[in-house]
């Protein structure tokens, strides 16, 4: 079951351990549309994914996997209006792909907006293994 977040808690780490950055640039893609692009750090190899649903039946799902860093989708800026939420899912145990996060609010989006959501860490890190810091500067 996916638990709900909201925008501002997207720059912290979950219960699950990840941390998931957004950036919206606005006035980026058409006027017309909204872009969502999904990135993972250079370090994630296991398979992430959001989709995005349009509201009105119909959903598509962007991933990131190995050396496929980054993915992206658009909606018509009206599409995202209809009171759906974006799922980010992660492959887990045996690699099923798992919704983790809901994600609503969609309609504060103004059309010609990127939204690029970047997935920066996907497990607690283990600072008894000597890890010291962690920095979430993204490399792609």
């Given at each position: 079951m996916s638990i709900r977040v909201d925008w501002p808690s997207l720059n912290s780490p979950t219960a699950d351990g990840d941390m998931i950055d957004v950036l919206i640039e606005p006035d980026t893609v058409p006027p017309n549309t909204v872009e969502f692009?999904?990135?993972?750090?250079?370090?994630?190899t296991w398979w992430k994914g959001l989709a995005v649903p349009d509201g009105l039946g119909s959903s598509w799902e962007i991933w990131t996997q190995d050396n496929r860093k980054s993915d992206r989708i658009?909606?018509?800026?009206?599409?995202?209006?209809?009171?759906?939420?974006?799922?980010?899912?992660?492959?887990?145990?045996?690699?099923?792909?798992?919704?983790?996060?809901?994600?609503?609010?969609?309609?504060?989006?103004?059309g010609g907006s990127r939204v690029t959501f970047r997935w920066l860490q996907d497990a607690q890190p283990d600072y008894q293994g000597g890890l010291t810091s962690f920095s979430t500067s993204l490399e792609i």
């Open positions: 692009v999904l990135e993972s750090a250079s370090f994630i658009s909606l018509w800026a009206d599409q995202v209006r209809n009171g759906q939420s974006l799922e980010f899912r992660k492959a887990k145990a045996l690699g099923i792909h798992t919704g983790m996060y809901l994600l609503g609010g969609l309609e504060r989006l103004a």
